[in-house]
């Protein structure tokens, strides 16, 4: 279990080097999602499944949803098509790909090894997790829900386009 730590580990490190190395937005969230399924294979490997499931569902599909939308946003138009196309080449995705099947066949070696968690560790249920979140951290977690909906309207507004207005004054009339 020691090497699949140190082989997650250096995934997780490397991968968030790339992120912080990057100038291109799009090749630095992808690099963001390698790092943050290392580190779910980490929780998996330290007997936090549950943990490991939020993290591939909260925090790397959430980095997609944040893609798609930042995309879908922008809608650059013919300049975008050809950027896309650049994105598509093998030398882009190649890496993170790698990285990604790295992790795959580290996390089905786990799976398939069928250990039990370390000592002292105590597995924690999904029922405890929503008591933890929806008792005394309740405050919490409406305010971060509320960011969240300030940080989409924010975005929709500072994306959208904006429509030319002509005051009526100034419209081309023939009288």
């Known amino acids: 279990m020691n090497t699949a730590f140190c082989i997650a580990a250096a995934i997780a490190v490397l991968s968030t080097l ?11 969230l992808l690099y963001l999602v390698v790092s943050l399924l ?12 549950f943990m490991a499931a939020l993290e591939v569902i909260v925090y790397a599909g959430a980095i997609m949803v944040l893609l798609i939308f930042f995309v879908m946003m922008l809608n650059l138009g013919k300049e975008s098509a050809i950027q896309e196309r650049q994105w598509l080449k093998p030398h882009i995705w190649i890496f993170p790909a790698i990285l990604c099947l790295i992790l795959l066949g580290e996390l089905l070696f786990l799976v398939m090894q069928n250990r039990q968690p370390a000592a002292g ?19 919490a977690v409406e305010l971060t829900g509320m960011l969240l909906m300030a940080g989409i ?3 929709y507004h500072l994306g959208r ?13 023939d009288v």
Not at 18 to 28: C, D, F, L, P, S
Not at 121 to 139: E, H, N, R
Not at 161 to 173: D, G, P, V
Request: aromatic share 10%; proline share 5%; glycine share 6%.
């Open 161 to 173: 386009q904006k429509q030319k207005t002509l005051h009526r004054f100034l419209e081309n009339t």
């Open 18 to 28: 790339m992120v912080i190395t990057r100038y291109n937005i799009m090749h630095a």
């Open 153 to 155: 309207v924010g975005a």
């Open 38 to 49: 290392a580190v779910a294979v980490v929780l998996y490997m330290y007997g936090a499944p």
């Open 121 to 139: 560790i105590q597995v924690v249920d999904p029922k405890a997790v929503g008591m933890a979140l929806f008792g005394p951290y309740l405050l």
